[in-house]
């Protein structure tokens, strides 16, 4: 296969940028081709008052190699240590889990999880931290797992580990409950709780988008359709004015969710939409409000919530402490079109919580950004290696296609940057698999 003249990338978030950075520098001339009006996708750039903030991802793991790389490949930043903080109400009491405090963090796991359990945690994150490889979707260690996966994670673990343990993880990584996730995807939310993480002392968004220094964008830029033509693939697009155009290009990269891709790849295959329509997502409602005097304190600086719409409230940095970032997921925060006010009268509600378990006054907010997701999360699927192997059998007659994306590898910003480095590969070399790698 030779490599392609000109190649589009569907999609501006951290998957897309990584696929089209890779292209780039294999020589290809790369259109990114953006929805939206700015770079980023869930990683969600906002402005708070005066200053840039993020309502998606915005930690950076020390594990996560390939986005590190990246972000060098664009001009580099530094890091400052953000670590991970949470702490939650059990029997009564505030227990902490700081990964840069080993001793109290094993103790507060002691005091939330059945004893039972801690063998068979252990033993995961044992072989988590074991191989590169085994915090990614369809690793080793996650199909073996999924032979379990006709029981939901819940069903594997005691009621003390599932509420206290395992519930703050799958509601914040994948906006699922325990009982709404999967043994065989487990390891992919151990790896992120194993990992340390540090926040970038450039602004990503910045950082980001110096690739537009290097490939063209064009924002918000509707692709409504793929369709396959001699010698290449032309997309259907719909620009900001509403004009529509076919464009050709030698092979195109979808970096998306499941869900956005699936209609568009429907007239191709509708076995391989099909595919990607099962996978599960999840709502998110996130507010993120600045305060005259710090919230938390140093040694707690994020608090998991039960039963109601708030699922954690935290501070937006390790020394950003006036800022506070409100996350509505899981069963009882998945909110519907809700408007800034009625978000905003939640947070009103968990403020008053906040001030009964830390012992702060209340204070008048002085900036606030809110954004609602539809579908935030990746729920994955039961047997998902089964699921990526007919995803990959499905895609195979596309070689000038590659799908990249938060289903392939994982939820986590390493995944989906490896997933958009994988698609580019795909369209790169013969010696790689043609479809999807993953």
């Not at 991970?84 to 963090?105: F, K, M, Q």
């Not at 673990?157 to 703050?168: D, E, K, Q, S, V």
């Not at 040694?299 to 039963?307: K, P, Y």
């Not at 006036?322 to 909110?335: A, E, M, P, Q, W």
Request: hydrophobic letters at 40%; one cysteine or more.
């Amino acid at each position: 296969m030779t490599t392609p003249e000109r190649v589009a990338v569907v999609g501006a978030g951290v998957a897309g940028i990584a696929a089209a950075l890779a292209l780039h520098r294999a020589g290809c001339a790369v259109e990114i081709l953006e929805l939206e009006d700015r770079i980023g996708g869930r990683l969600g750039f906002a402005e708070l008052g005066d200053r840039e903030v993020m309502l998606g991802g915005k930690n950076i793991g020390r594990a996560y190699s390939r986005f590190r790389a990246m972000l060098d490949l664009l001009g580099g930043t530094g890091y400052e240590p953000f670590g991970i903080n949470t702490s939650r109400i059990v029997a009564g009491r505030l227990v902490s889990l700081d990964s840069d405090n080993r001793a109290e963090t094993m103790n507060g796991i002691l005091r939330m999880c059945d004893w039972r359990d801690l063998t068979t945690l252990d033993s995961i994150a044992r072989k988590v931290k074991g191989a590169d490889t085994a915090r990614f979707l369809g690793s080793d260690l996650a199909r073996k797992l999924g032979r379990h996966d006709d029981r939901p994670l819940s069903d594997h673990f005691g009621r003390r580990t599932t509420a206290n343990f395992l519930r703050p993880i799958t509601v914040r990584m994948n906006g699922a409950e325990p009982d709404e996730a999967y043994y065989g995807n487990f390891p992919t939310n151990m790896g992120m709780l194993l990992d340390k993480f540090d926040q970038p002392t450039v602004g990503l968004s910045a950082l980001l988008g110096r690739i537009t220094e290097l490939v063209e964008i064009r924002y918000r830029t509707a692709v409504t359709g793929i369709s396959q033509v001699r010698g290449g693939v032309a997309l259907d697009l719909v620009d900001a004015g509403g004009r529509s155009t076919q464009t050709r290009y030698d092979a195109v990269a979808v970096c998306t969710p499941a869900y956005a891709a699936a209609p568009l790849l429907a007239p191709l295959s509708e076995s391989l939409a099909g595919l990607l329509r099962s996978v599960r997502y999840f709502p998110a409602t996130v507010a993120v409000v600045r305060y005259v005097h710090d919230v938390f304190a140093a040694d707690v600086r994020a608090i998991a919530l039960d039963d109601q719409p708030c699922s954690n409230a935290g501070s937006y940095g390790k020394e950003t402490r006036n800022i506070v970032r409100y996350t509505f997921s899981g069963k009882h925060g998945r909110l519907t079109e809700p408007a800034e006010a009625d978000v905003l009268d939640l947070v009103t509600d968990t403020e008053q919580q906040l001030r009964a378990h830390l012992g702060v006054v209340r204070q008048p907010r002085t900036a606030v950004a809110v954004r609602h997701w539809p579908q935030a999360y990746c729920g994955y699927l039961p047997h998902y290696g089964d699921f990526l192997d007919a995803l990959t059998l499905a895609a195979a007659p596309f070689a000038d296609i590659a799908l990249a994306g938060d289903y392939l590898l994982g939820t986590s910003i390493e995944a989906c940057c490896r997933s958009g480095e994988r698609a580019a590969a795909t369209l790169l070399s013969a010696t790689v698999p043609q479809g999807v790698t993953g």
